[in-house]
């Protein structure tokens, strides 16, 4: 059996369990007069039923991935780069945040020089802000870098 | 007409068809996540402007998607990805140009016959639909739910299981019928429910581009752009046949619930092949293997706006975003489109037939300077992209919640991609979810009894039930009767 499919099967039924759990707290009703938790119940035994389909039905071969062609490091950096973005963005304002992310981005995701990172990151966050913030009028957060009057 | 020939509308349809090129032509950033992207954007707009804006980015794309199949052998989007086979081959041999010249007549030919048929079969269609009430609507959805289930992606299983997974999204938030809230975990911002923008922004958008970093692939070399693009009088005699039968197939699946352009660009090229007295030459650069996806792919674009305007349901997850679009204008696509809002319903009509010419006069010559957008490296466009889609989710309320929501979605989207389970039905489902709630508990109280078989009492519900039950079970039965043939 396809490995990916029995861990999603399980997760669907064990899902499904909890989803008819909370389908039940919120009141189901009866089928004269459906409640809240008419339609989650009914959700949550489509995902157990699909679970179990999943669970039962012969599996079909796995495609593996080759391990020289995946980039983890770069996924995970690039991940916890907008985490650490969406942290900061009120506070830092949105010039600063998001130069820091292209240049985190350019430098360690996708391997650029640091010149190509500095200069790519500065023009791109520079060009956006006026665009949205002066042109389209989105009040991107201004945070603690000084913006000229009337921006 | 006399609305999309407005100035003002001419330049914004010239907009959406060039911005949907350029989507179509760059690879990792699909028409959904660039409609979702746009679509806070065009709230400050008028109605009919922002409708046809994104549109003509949804049916620019098809056609810019073709560009990079046949040059550079990389999908522009997932409706040209059948094109690379084809297409690809001819330009090694020296015809890039009669498979960008017929790219282009056929996805013209295909998406304006596409359009002639909606404008003729959408009142027919919205009239018949006005007699349905709560059972057949909710009927009507199921079918739509199953269809989308089963027809999206490689496996039933996981398609219902994507779809189920989008009804549980739908039902997040205060409920419209009792009031009372669902799945918020206490918070205000769960309370109006999950945003279909950072919902398909985060799936589509960032989803992609993180499956791309991890996963990154080499790119091919740009092959030249020739000069002539048109093709040769031996060319279209091989393609006309092809054509026609890539619009007919292509709008017909459209129309239906799930039917993607790219669903009906792979029907098309299977149908190609078994058709041809020479099937051999498929995949060693065959002009029909070009003509009929790309001609399907672009009928299927109009087609599925008869559903969407005549019954309010999207069959793709760009149509869904559309008739979040509308949506926000006021207007609720369905029946009474037609009788409340006919200048919207026209205005779109009209702006596509606008919008085909357009293209047509705007892709063979440019393609060149199109082109010259894959010599940006992906590593200096992946950042930026990324960038515009947590900008724009911010634009959206000027929340960071919705951010957050954005990158949750977008880890989804990767992991769904990484795994290969299709997204598309999640979306549909999302968007499908709370009309299917609504009108099945309308129907229930209606009927009184509790029976749920008094939907098979009226015609058209029990039509359209049993049509989905049929579909939910024929992979069960396929299972059963391979399991109980003898070996061979």
Redesign the interface.
Known sequence: MNRVDRGVGVAALLGGVLLAIAGWRLDPGTSKLPGPGFFPLLIACTMSGLGVWLLLRPGSEEKSVSPESSRWSAFAIALASILGYTMVLNELGYLVSTFALLVVQLRWVETQRWSTSFWTAAIASAVSLVVFRVLLKVPLPAGFFPLPKGW | MATTLAPGNLLVVFLGVVIGTVIGVLPGLGPTASIALLLP?TVGMDMISSLIFLAGIYYGAMYGGSTTSILVNIPGEAASVITCIDGYQMARQGRAGAALGIAAFGSFIGGTLGVVAVMLISPFLAEAALKFGAPEMFALLFFAFTCIGTLVGK?V??G??MA??G??LG?VGT?D??G?D??TFGTLYLRDGIGLVPLAMGLFG?GE??YN?????KTGSVLAVPKNLLPTRKDWKESFGSILRGSGLGFGIGVLPGGMPAVASLMSYAVEKRVSKRPERFGTGAIEGVAGPETANNAATAGGFVPLLTLGIPTNSVLALLLAALMLHGVTPGPLLLLKWPHVFWGVIASMYVGNIMLLILNLPLIGIFVQLLRIPY??L???I???V??GA??LN?S?AD??MT?FF??LG?LLR????EPAPLVLAFVLGPM??VN??KA??MF?????LYFFTRPISGVLLTLALALLSFPLVR?LAKKLSPKA
């Open positions: 954007a496996s299983a996981r219902l299981l189920a997974l009804l549980l039902v409920d019928i009792h009372v669902r799945f960032l581009i993180f970093i991890e996963q990154r692939e590593a200096i992946s950042p930026l990324i960038m515009f947590l900008l911010y634009a000027n960071i951010v957050f990158l977008g880890v990767y990484r795994f290969a389970f299917m709630e099945l508990s229930l109280i009184g009894t509790g029976n749920p299972g």
